[in-house]
């Protein structure tokens, strides 16, 4: 059985689908057959793994509306063990209908069933917002991971989050956990960052995670050539830090399915 977790914080600017990609990326290079679906109408996803409309067979918009399996959208990656899902909402037509079609709530839990056996872990890149597609993605996972960037409106997004990680839990998923915090962008000598690790460990230190990603130009310029930071330079900071992420939540994992042991 396959571990969902959704990428998730309703602002935009703080890594989230960069953490997505190479999260997802940083687990199959640990061999971990992975599969990350993009649920965000935007696409950066198919952007950040170089996929162009041209290369995309099927997508999670006929998904939701009914006219392909989550299988048949399945595209195969750079990455021996990484394969992906993407949105490809290309039209505000179809992004409306998108849009329409997450209202129901269980249509992404239920199309991933067909696939959850496959994979050891199943990657959602979540849009910056809740509500509708998020509440689809939140639904079908069993854990959250927030990536925040130092600042004011970071923590009050998390704050936000958190209350609607309570009230997913109270009507749709009871399972539904925190995987954990992932400070992105980190500038360690930053007083802003100081101000926000303060924050952060008085209302949530055992949710934060000991890795923290570095902020680097090479996870924006690894984009351009449509590959995550571990196929573009391997031994970069960024990628040591993605890789160093994707061992922490097996490590925690491995420790939680002994506890419940």
Do not use: Q
Not at 112 to 124: P, Q, T
Not at 130 to 148: C, E, F, M, R, Y
Not at 217 to 233: A, H, I, R
Request: with cysteine; net charge neutral.
């Amino acid at each position: 059985m396959s571990k969902i977790i959704s990428v998730c914080i309703p602002k935009g600017g703080v890594g989230k689908t960069t953490t997505a990609v190479n999260l997802a990326a940083s687990l199959a290079v640990a061999e971990k057959k992975t599969l990350l679906i993009d649920v965000d109408p935007f696409g950066a996803s198919a952007i950040a793994l170089g996929f162009t409309s041209d290369k995309i067979n099927a997508s999670l918009a006929e998904v939701f509306a009914f006219t392909h399996s989550l299988k048949s959208a399945i595209h195969r990656t750079g990455l021996e063990y990484l394969d992906f899902v993407p949105s490809n909402v290309y039209s505000i037509n179809m992004h409306d209908k998108f849009i329409k079609y997450s209202e129901n709530r269980l249509i992404l839990k239920n199309a991933i069933r067909e696939v959850e056996s496959y994979y050891d872990y199943i990657i959602l890149d979540c849009p910056p917002v809740l509500k509708g597609i998020s509440t689809n993605a939140l639904v079908a996972s069993d854990s959250i991971l927030i990536p925040i960037k130092s600042g004011h409106f970071s923590l009050e997004a998390v704050d936000r989050l958190f209350n609607y990680f309570e009230w997913i839990k109270e009507i749709a998923n009871p399972g539904l956990s925190i995987e954990g915090i992932i400070l992105t962008m980190y500038e360690k000598d930053s007083k802003v960052t100081k101000i926000s690790e303060r924050e952060l460990k008085i209302k949530y230190s055992k949710y934060l995670l000991n890795t923290v990603i570095p902020n680097t130009n090479l996870l924006n310029e690894s984009t351009f050539y449509g590959k995550p930071l571990c196929l573009y330079k391997i031994d970069s900071e960024g990628a040591i830090a993605y890789l160093n992420l994707a061992s922490e939540i097996l490590k925690n994992n491995i420790k939680l399915e002994k506890e419940l042991i």
